[in-house]
């Protein structure tokens, strides 16, 4: 079985149809050699040659004798398009006219495999079968498996309920990814974690499952990286109690933490020549005796006191002490990934994650990759002004400052804190849930940043 199949991909098959890949531009041409059946065919479904259209055409017999799909840049979702517009088989793609290249084609396949993804774990009806494509000889496997596979692991880690995917669930999910690809994992929890990590130790203590630190290591030579993810498996608010509709999606707020171990999937499955580090601070917010309280004056792992602003932004609590470990290895480039504020959704909508980065040459690169892969992302600024408001503190550093405005930018400031105005570092504020279905991509859990994160990690250990 090739590592493709689970995807709707396969690198070989024997009686697969053929699929040409014609883009607008071409199809004229393409229809004219055509032979009049065919053409008749087309004319009598009214087909236009519009982006991710396709059809299927008969022989002289009536059976499938080929299929036409029409793509368009940046041709990852008219990939997906095709994928469940065409009848169930298998389909060889051929590129007329050269009319795309080989990244191109590399990124239909990839369209094609996202649209493949289920998630049906609880339901008793076995999977229908999918469309596969035959992948093409000029594609990359192991970043095409890569990207796919930690894609899928991301999107299954958001979507299971939160009575499944526990702090002690999230461990176990990454002890596997570190066995299968031979990585080194170290879990802090318990008492030392409580004198270790503070912070993290005060946000999950009041859940009948403890919080934890997970650190996994993978790599020997290259750049030395380090993805940091907020892994809270469900957030009620804490005694700050979210309104029932608030918390009704809460367990995707491990988003953070399912991204950096899909994107270190998919490293590790590509070989990409670096050091990776990947932090994990996982906890519940629950509401027990225990639970911390508004303005209550906490320790971190940096040593400075935090007076809690809000209870229900423990996310930029737990992100505080992991970031401070982070520090110690002195990583060439650091980023965080984290469901952290509404404030970052109201000012850029849900499928648009929020940005922020100390080096702009950072912030450019990784905005460069983020088009190329069509995996958007826009920077937000760092903006200094704000960071007085968390001075503004009653007793010590505030957790959120008394400004209800700005609340994605202040987020970030106070994260600078603990990751320093020095270091390389980079914060994404994602959504990580798509709210409706898309082609390529399902309703429920989303790898967003992803891709773009995987192309500018890739090009920076190849400088």
């Given at each position: 079985?090739?590592?493709?199949?689970?995807?709707?991909?396969?690198?070989?098959?024997?009686?697969?149809?053929?699929?040409?890949?014609?883009?607008?531009?071409?199809?004229?041409?393409?229809?004219?050699?055509?032979?009049?059946?065919?053409?008749?065919?087309?004319?009598?479904h009214n087909f236009a040659a519009k982006p991710g259209a396709a059809i299927s055409l008969p022989d002289a017999a009536g059976n499938i004798?080929?299929?036409?799909?029409?793509?368009?840049?940046?041709?990852?979702?008219?990939?997906?398009?095709?994928?469940?517009?065409?009848?169930?088989?298998?389909?060889?793609?051929?590129?007329?006219?050269?009319?795309?290249?080989?990244?191109?084609?590399?990124?239909?396949?990839?369209?094609?495999?996202?649209?493949?993804?289920?998630?049906?774990?609880?339901?008793?009806?076995?999977?229908?079968?999918?469309?596969?494509?035959?992948?093409?000889?000029?594609?990359?496997?192991?970043?095409?498996?890569?990207?796919?596979?930690?894609?899928?692991?991301?999107?299954?880690?958001?979507?299971?309920?939160?009575?499944?995917?526990?702090?002690?669930?999230?461990?176990?999910?990454?002890?596997?990814?570190?066995?299968?690809?031979?990585?080194?994992?170290?879990?802090?929890?318990?008492?030392?974690?409580?004198?270790?990590?503070?912070?993290?130790?005060?946000?999950?203590?009041?859940?009948?499952?403890?919080?934890?630190?997970?650190?996994?290591?993978?790599?020997?030579?290259?750049?030395?990286?380090?993805?940091?993810?907020?892994?809270?498996?469900?957030?009620?608010?804490?005694?700050?109690?979210?309104?029932?509709?608030?918390?009704?999606?809460?367990?995707?707020?491990?988003?953070?933490?399912?991204?950096?171990?899909?994107?270190?999937?998919?490293?590790?499955?590509?070989?990409?020549?670096?050091?990776?580090?990947?932090?994990?601070?996982?906890?519940?917010?629950?509401?027990?005796?225990?639970?911390?309280?508004?303005?209550?004056?906490?320790?971190?792992?940096?040593?400075?006191?935090?007076?809690?602003?809000?209870?229900?932004?423990?996310?930029?609590?737990?992100?505080?002490?992991?970031?401070?470990?982070?520090?110690?290895?002195?990583?060439?480039?650091?980023?965080?990934?984290?469901?952290?504020?509404?404030?970052?959704?109201?000012?850029?909508?849900?499928?648009?994650?929020?940005?922020?980065?100390?080096?702009?040459?950072?912030?450019?690169?990784?905005?460069?990759?983020?088009?190329?892969?069509?995996?958007?992302?826009?920077?937000?600024?760092?903006?200094?002004?704000?960071?007085?408001?968390?001075?503004?503190?009653?007793?010590?550093?505030?957790?959120?400052?008394?400004?209800?405005?700005?609340?994605?930018?202040?987020?970030?400031?106070?994260?600078?804190?603990?990751?320093?105005?020095?270091?390389?570092?980079?914060?994404?504020?994602?959504?990580?849930?798509?709210?409706?279905?898309?082609?390529?991509?399902?309703?429920?859990?989303?790898?967003?940043?992803?891709?773009?994160?995987?192309?500018?990690?890739?090009?920076?250990?190849?400088?």
């Amino acid at each position: 079985m090739s590592t493709l199949d689970q995807f709707g991909l396969t690198e070989s098959h024997n009686t697969a149809h053929k699929l040409h890949i014609v883009t607008a531009d071409c199809y004229d041409d393409w229809h004219a050699g055509l032979g009049e059946l065919q053409q008749n065919w087309l004319a009598a479904h009214n087909f236009a040659a519009k982006p991710g259209a396709a059809i299927s055409l008969p022989d002289a017999a009536g059976n499938i004798d080929m299929a036409i799909g029409i793509v368009a840049a940046p041709y990852i979702w008219d990939g997906a398009k095709l994928a469940t517009a065409l009848p169930k088989s298998v389909w060889k793609p051929e590129i007329y006219a050269q009319c795309i290249d080989s990244e191109e084609l590399a990124a239909l396949a990839l369209g094609w495999g996202l649209s493949a993804y289920q998630f049906d774990r609880y339901r008793d009806k076995a999977k229908p079968p999918v469309n596969q494509l035959v992948c093409p000889e000029t594609v990359a496997i192991s970043q095409l498996s890569g990207l796919l596979a930690g894609t899928y692991l991301c999107r299954d880690l958001i979507n299971l309920p939160p009575n499944h995917l526990t702090p002690a669930e999230l461990e176990n999910q990454a002890r596997q990814l570190a066995a299968t690809h031979h990585a080194d994992i170290t879990v802090h929890d318990g008492d030392q974690l409580a004198s270790a990590f503070p912070a993290i130790h005060t946000v999950g203590r009041a859940a009948e499952i403890g919080p934890r630190l997970i650190d996994m290591r993978w790599g020997d030579s290259g750049p030395k990286i380090t993805l940091i993810g907020k892994g809270i498996t469900f957030d009620s608010g804490g005694l700050d109690l979210k309104p029932s509709k608030a918390m009704e999606m809460m367990k995707k707020d491990m988003g953070g933490a399912a991204t950096v171990l899909g994107l270190a999937t998919a490293l590790m499955t590509h070989r990409t020549k670096i050091r990776l580090r990947v932090l994990v601070a996982a906890a519940e917010n629950a509401v027990s005796d225990r639970a911390m309280r508004p303005l209550d004056v906490i320790d971190t792992r940096a040593g400075i006191k935090v007076e809690v602003g809000n209870t229900d932004a423990e996310g930029r609590l737990v992100l505080a002490d992991a970031l401070d470990y982070a520090l110690e290895d002195t990583p060439d480039f650091m980023i965080d990934f984290a469901t952290l504020t509404g404030a970052a959704r109201v000012a850029l909508g849900t499928e648009l994650p929020a940005l922020f980065a100390n080096n702009q040459q950072t912030a450019d690169a990784m905005l460069a990759a983020s088009r190329r892969v069509a995996d958007p992302l826009w920077q937000l600024p760092l903006f200094d002004d704000y960071d007085r408001h968390l001075d503004a503190g009653y007793a010590a550093l505030s957790s959120t400052g008394p400004s209800g405005y700005g609340g994605a930018i202040t987020a970030a400031l106070f994260l600078r804190r603990f990751a320093g105005t020095d270091t390389n570092w980079a914060h994404i504020d994602v959504m990580a849930w798509n709210l409706a279905a898309r082609p390529g991509r399902p309703k429920g859990g989303e790898a967003m940043g992803l891709r773009a994160l995987f192309d500018y990690i890739n090009r920076l250990a190849a400088e």
